[in-house]
């Protein structure tokens, strides 16, 4: 079986990340993973309080934290993908509105991202759901029931949901997850929600048979519903 990360942050990626790819790519290596989609946080506040430089810079340096990733995690021979935990416009965590709302992101290259730039973050969910569609890309609300001020989205304009969220410092009311993604008939999926060094030991498990090279390989993998949660 294919062990991947579906979930994961690093230092210089998110302002809540903790550690640096090359110390993630020797964790990971150690546990025995094949892959790790990089999910660093791709929304305004983060850009605006964590990121250097001008605007114009926000998606090149998010960027270069997953080539980073990939770099270090190549000589363990771990497959590095492009993922985000995406905010849009106005479902962000600020110190005006507690409340948010967070969706996961499969699919999307490093070259359509770097195409479509921060124009995926002033869309309606509907509009995101359809652009998803258009481009091969897959998205589903990640731990949608934590107790801290997260707001649910639409169910029906999802295609997975995080049923199982492995960040062992929240209430992630899991349980109501997975009731809700067998409800809405959505893919359920788990991942660790990697911020520390302790917070590996989650994800998905693919059979050895099933081709993920690149992400729409993964996003396909995901959408097949041959994804195995790896619990805590």
């Known amino acids: 079986m294919q062990k991947w990360e579906t979930h994961l942050h690093t230092k210089k990626g998110s302002l809540c990340g903790q550690v640096s790819p090359r110390n993630v790519a020797r964790i990971y290596a150690q546990a025995g993973y094949d892959g790790i989609v990089i999910t660093n946080h791709f929304n305004l506040a983060n850009f605006e309080n964590y ?3 001008r605007k114009i810079n926000w998606v090149s340096r998010f960027l270069k934290e997953y080539r980073s990733l990939k770099k270090h995690c190549k000589k363990y021979g771990i497959k590095v993908l492009l993922g985000m935990e995406m905010c849009l416009a ?3 965590r600020t110190k ?5 709302s967070e969706l996961l992101v499969y699919g999307i290259t490093p070259e ?3 195409d479509f730039g921060l124009n995926i973050l002033y869309r309606s969910q509907k509009d995101f759901f359809d652009l998803c569609n258009q481009n091969g890309w897959i998205c589903g609300q990640s731990h949608p029931f934590r107790a801290d001020n997260v707001k649910q989205l639409d169910f029906r304009l999802m295609h997975f949901l995080e049923a199982y969220n492995g960040h062992f410092h929240h209430e992630n009311r899991n349980d109501l997850a997975a009731r809700a993604a067998e409800e809405f008939n959505l893919i ?3 991942g660790s929600d990697f911020h520390n060094s302790d917070g590996i ?3 998905l498990l693919f059979p050895d048979d099933l081709k993920i090279e690149n ?3 993964f996003a396909a993998a995901v959408m097949s519903g041959k994804g195995r949660i790896i619990y805590r």
Do not use: A, F, R, T
């Open 51 to 53: 990121y250097k430089g």
């Open 90 to 92: 106005g479902d962000e």
């Open 96 to 100: 005006d509105s507690p409340e948010y």
């Open 112 to 114: 359509e991202l770097d």
């Open 188 to 190: 359920p999926i788990g």
């Open 201 to 203: 030991g989650c994800g």
């Open 215 to 217: 992400e729409k390989d």
